[in-house]
């Protein structure tokens, strides 16, 4: 039979994953010659042989692809046959449109471990331990195609054995660009405060330090970590004060997942979510034996945020206190060691990735510093998610996905978006895939707003990909508007600007696919309305970049100003006044300074706002939940706990929904005013509105036609909620869309605006 010839381009992320390698051991399994090479639209491969080989071939390159490969596409072409004898590897071809992508940091992987953990092992106990499989990407690469020079590993030089196994296709270590031994690799060093470099095994003696209560900046893939032992209370007191973090959680790592035994309650995936190669920091429901262990962990809130060890370091750690015993059943029988690590950053300053930047910004903060010389090139701090009822939901998504990307429905023009004011992600579209940048924090600070900037040169330089369009936020005045503005007029493209709960369904939708129009339902805290207004409870009908609003929450007043999104006393009194009980404020409040005074200004004050969020505080702040939060969504965070707890309650028709589409919940409020339990409040409250939303959604439904409805907003992270609003709506023959990709709030907005400008075009 005559032999036939394809060229095959990969698309995806198959850079950096061995995927040569394993493109070139499949073909001669296959008895196919030819070659593979990487360049900037992937991998390319020319292949010849018997015709059905060749199609094995291409159905294998997406059923067997190495374990942190993602194969997105595969375009084949015919070609006249060769007279190559054999398949090869060639170098790599840096000419023409670049179109690859580089894989998210994944965990240190279970080869590594077992030669970290083997005395015999030329690498044992080497903390930069990696190979194909695990390792560093997004962090160190400076601009594909993905290779050495490229990336904050080009200054150490391979030594020979290093460079065997790297020129060595059948190695597992096989162009690993990270790749590295104690030999020719990055070293650590432990520094003291006083800058002196500390004598000794710099692990050894951090686990020492640790254990004496000392808080040690440690430096990691995308940045610094402040750690200290999680069973010693003063050191976590001290942690506290010195980073101005009076009651925010903070998260804990724990060697394995054996450690989790009796101080969580899983939920079905979340094991699963935690042993990823993401290695996310998971939210799961603590138990009484964690309080007590972990008290000043996450005080008052209802979840334990949990991470396992993520790079050979980490697991080094752990190792020590466990007495370096040799292999991996050690894991099984974790050490009494559990670390809080928080992200090493001054309050509200992007993290930390520097040496010379972490002596000096921490200084105050650590009492120590494990550094190493390997550059981090790219900040990205670690990923915070939740597993709900088999569904993942992000409350932040960096570290180990991005840049992983949302697949779009269809492809159109470059879009480079800017994102929300708080918790800020950018967005950068390119064919029919959109690319997601890190979390880069609230634009409140100088520093954030440049490593904005930075982010978005970053993302264009590693996509290769100019945009054609920018959008931004409705609000004129984030900084995140004005910089859109700016690449507009540099690259002479247009900048369109994007109502921020459009946006919120708007991301929704583009994971999902959706193009044809939807009922879209945004609950969150905030965000600037078409009218100029406050917006935040929204019943919206999207059809791509148009949008109409269909309704909104009935509207509260915000007495204070900002500082009610900080004082729920200040809302349940708002709350009060709307029902006629404006009389009772002082009484009620007056533990809390302004209460007299406050009585008499929410009484002239008109409605301002109709967020969910502050919907919430009220429901907070009648209950005696809190008066004060010290961080933002700690009072409705509380609420759900606290009804979680409690168990479900019927929900009596508390709620109004007027024919000029405003939900009005004062009848709710009437009811929790006089509640004495604050747990069977907060059981009603979501209950109520499970109902009401649901009511409201339904009647739009059926006045529009329309079966389907994306939820987004931030409020949406709320399990009680999302679960009881998903089944309500079920029950009346309605499709409920969730993010589970992106964030549902402020983290996933530049997706929305994205997918919004992009259909502006059409």
């Not at 991998?43 to 159905?59: H, Y």
């Not at 990696?130 to 601009?143: A, E, F, S, W």
């Amino acid at each position: 039979m005559s032999a036939v010839r394809q060229r095959i381009a990969v698309r995806g992320i198959v850079q950096g994953v061995g995927f040569r390698p394993f493109v070139y051991r499949l073909a001669r399994e296959l008895g196919l010659v030819g070659w593979v090479r990487n360049d900037p639209g992937g991998v390319t491969i020319e292949a010849q042989g018997d015709m059905a080989q060749l199609a094995v071939l291409a159905r294998r390159l997406r059923s067997d692809a190495p374990p942190l490969a993602r194969v997105d596409g595969l375009d084949v072409a015919a070609l006249a046959p060769g007279d190559e004898r054999a398949f090869t590897i060639l170098l790599n071809h840096g000419q023409g449109r670049g179109e690859a992508a580089i894989g998210p940091d994944s965990c240190v992987c279970p080869a590594c471990l077992t030669e970290l953990f083997d005395p015999a092992n030329r690498r044992y106990r080497y903390p930069f331990i990696n190979c194909t499989d695990c390792g560093p990407r997004y962090t160190l690469v400076r601009h594909l195609p993905y290779e050495r020079a490229a990336t904050s590993m080009a200054p150490f030089a391979l030594c020979p054995a290093c460079l065997a196994e790297y020129r060595d296709p059948g190695a597992r270590r096989f162009h690993a660009e990270p790749n590295a031994c104690p030999e020719c690799g990055p070293a650590l060093t432990l520094i003291d405060a006083a800058g002196r470099s500390v004598d000794g095994d710099p692990v050894s003696a951090t686990l020492v330090r640790l254990r004496q209560g000392e808080i040690v900046a440690i430096k990691g893939l995308g940045g610094f970590h402040l750690a200290c032992d999680a069973d010693n209370p003063a050191a976590v007191a001290r942690l506290r004060a010195r980073k101005d973090r009076e009651e925010k959680p903070l998260a804990l790592m724990l060697a394995s997942v054996a450690a989790l035994d009796g101080l969580v309650e899983a939920a079905p995936g979340a094991v699963e979510r935690l042993q990823g190669p993401e290695r996310p920091i998971v939210l799961m429901k603590r138990t009484a034996a964690a309080d007590a262990r972990f008290a000043g962990i996450a005080p008052g809130i209802a979840w334990l945020g949990v991470m396992l060890p993520y790079t050979p370091l980490h697991y080094l750690l752990f190792h020590e206190a466990a007495g370096r015993p040799r292999g991996m059943a050690w894991l099984e029988r974790p050490p009494p060691l559990a670390l809080v690590m928080t992200s090493a950053n001054p309050r509200g300053e992007p993290l930390v990735i520097g040496n010379d930047e972490a002596r000096t910004a921490l200084a105050g903060l650590a009492d120590a510093w494990l550094l190493h010389d390997r550059d981090i090139v790219v900040r990205c701090d670690d990923s915070v998610l939740r597993v709900a009822d088999g569904r993942t939901q992000f409350l932040r998504r960096a570290r180990g996905f991005t840049p992983r990307a949302v697949p779009l429905s269809r492809r159109g023009p470059a879009v480079l978006a800017m994102g929300g004011y708080f918790k800020n992600t950018l967005c950068l579209t390119r064919g029919d895939q959109a690319f997601l940048s890190q979390h880069i924090g609230d634009l409140d600070r100088v520093a954030v707003c440049r490593a904005q900037e930075d982010a978005a040169g970053h993302l264009q330089h590693l996509l290769q990909t100019t945009p054609e369009l920018v959008a931004h936020d409705l609000h004129p005045d984030f900084y995140g508007s004005r910089l859109a503005q700016r690449f507009a007029e540099t690259l002479r493209i247009p900048a369109i600007a994007v109502q921020h709960h459009h946006a919120h369904v708007a991301a929704v939708l583009a994971e999902h696919g959706v193009d044809e129009p939807v009922l879209g339902l945004a609950l969150d805290g905030v965000g600037l309305g078409s009218d100029g207004k406050p917006w935040g409870g929204e019943l919206l009908l999207v059809d791509g970049a148009r949008m109409r609003r269909l309704g909104h929450l009935l509207e509260l007043p915000l007495p204070g100003g900002d500082r009610a999104a900080r004082e729920p006393w200040r809302m349940g009194a708002a709350a009060l006044a709307l029902i006629g009980r404006g009389d009772e404020i002082a009484s009620r409040y007056a533990h809390c300074p302004g209460a007299a005074q406050l009585a008499q200004l929410v009484m002239r004050q008109p409605g301002v706002t109709g967020s969910l969020g502050r919907w919430f505080d009220a429901a907070a702040g009648l209950l005696g939940v809190m008066t004060h939060m010290h961080f933002e969504g700690q009072a409705a965070m509380r609420l759900e706990g606290l009804a979680e707890c409690f168990g479900p309650l019927p929900a009596p028709g508390l709620y109004h929904c007027g024919s000029d589409g405003v939900l009005d919940l004062l009848p709710l409020v009437r009811r929790l005013a006089d509640e004495a339990d604050p747990a069977r409040g907060a059981a009603l409250f979501h209950a109520a509105l499970v109902e009401a939303l649901a009511d409201w959604v339904g009647r739009a439904a059926a006045e529009t036609g329309l079966g389907r409805v994306a939820c987004g907003g931030g409020c949406m992270l709320n399990a009680l909620l999302a679960r009881g609003l998903r089944a309500a709506l079920a029950a009346r023959g309605i499709e409920m869309l969730e993010a589970e990709m992106v964030p549902p709030g402020d983290g996933g907005l530049a997706l929305g605006q994205a997918w919004v400008a992009q259909r502006h075009e059409n």
